[in-house]
């Protein structure tokens, strides 16, 4: 399959599993990372930073 027919047939498959979303399950430590990260934002531990600074440095980092 070509890299284009390889991503048609994931989204094909994402599409037929998000009709169904009771089917898919989280594992806990899913809530756990984001109870923790919601914990880090309400008590101020968290630094945010512009969108496009992210991508600055993800470019800079990945060339």
Do not use: C, Y
């Not at 284009?4 to 009771?22: F, G, H, K, Q, V």
């Amino acid at each position: 399959m070509s890299f284009r027919e390889r991503l048609e047939a994931i989204e094909l498959l994402w599409e037929s599993i998000i009709t169904e979303p009771d089917a898919v399950h989280s594992p806990d430590w899913h809530n756990e990372i984001l109870s923790k990260r919601k914990e880090n934002i309400e008590s101020g531990k968290t630094d945010f930073i512009p969108l496009k600074d992210l991508k600055t440095r993800l470019l800079q980092n990945n060339p």
